[in-house]
């Protein structure tokens, strides 16, 4: 299955600004997802990254507060904009492996304080 | 509405007994995945399931589908303290783009 590399792992950020979240593929993949999993909650899409085309988001989702950026094929970023305590999370990127299913990065715990 | 309900939520038991993990889904689906996450950590992909009547093992797991049912169950035989983590489903839902539905997990705690 796919290899991601995911960074930053953690990060502890002051409200008000920004952190960007990279996600780097092994192999060439159509789709990149990213997702949001509150603590001790369930996954839930941020949106969907195509290369060559904006990103698609999920509804409570809005792209001045989640940028996304899909350059190429292998490689993505999250930014989470004008961060409040609210945002503290962790942050997943996914791609999908036919037969494999989806493989996940290693998240990033964000902080916000 | 695609909904995807996981029970129980929370789990608690001994060493050497078998549970069961139930995931029920509100419409056709073309796939369903069982996923494992540890404290802190991301997410392990354990099964993906296809067609129904689907049987997939791994060690002291045991994950089925029966589509008609619209029900997935992951089975655990003989629990070992290893196996203490999160159990999500996911499922694919083929009457919405293929949106992948992810249930509210199953904490799993094995007592030695």
């Known amino acids: 299955s796919a290899v991601i590399s995911q960074k930053p792992s953690r990060d502890i950020c002051q409200r008000g600004t920004s952190l960007t979240i990279q996600c780097q593929v092994d192999?060439?993949?159509?789709?990149m997802f990213w997702y949001r999993q509150q603590p001790g909650q369930s996954l839930t899409l941020i949106a969907t990254?195509?290369?060559?085309?904006?990103?698609?988001?999920e509804s409570g989702f809005v792209i001045d507060k989640f940028p996304i950026s899909r350059p190429n094929l292998t490689f993505s970023t999250l930014t989470v904009s004008n961060m409040s305590p609210e945002d503290s999370s962790i942050y997943l990127c996914?791609?999908?492996?036919?037969?494999?299913?989806?493989?996940f990065g290693s998240g990033t715990r964000l902080t916000v304080v | 509405e695609l909904k995807v309900e996981q029970n129980p939520l929370f789990l608690s038991m001994q060493e050497g007994k078998n549970y069961t993990i139930y995931c029920n889904y509100s419409t056709t689906s073309d796939r369903l995945y069982w996923y494992r996450q540890d404290p802190g950590k991301s997410l392990e992909s354990l099964f993906v399931?296809?067609?129904n009547g689907a049987v997939k093992q791994e060690g002291r797991l045991m994950a089925s589908l029966d589509t008609k049912a619209r029900l997935s169950t992951l089975h655990i035989t003989a629990a070992v303290h290893d196996l203490s983590a999160t159990y999500f489903c996911?499922?694919?839902?083929?009457?919405?783009?293929?949106?992948?539905?992810w249930g509210a997990g199953t904490k799993l705690i094995i007592k030695p």
């Open positions: 399931l296809l067609s």
């Open positions: 996911a499922v694919r839902f083929m009457d919405s783009n293929y949106q992948l539905i």
């Open positions: 192999s060439q993949v159509t789709m």
């Open positions: 996914s791609v999908e492996r036919t037969d494999y299913g989806y493989t």
């Open positions: 990254a195509n290369q060559g085309s904006e990103a698609t988001y």
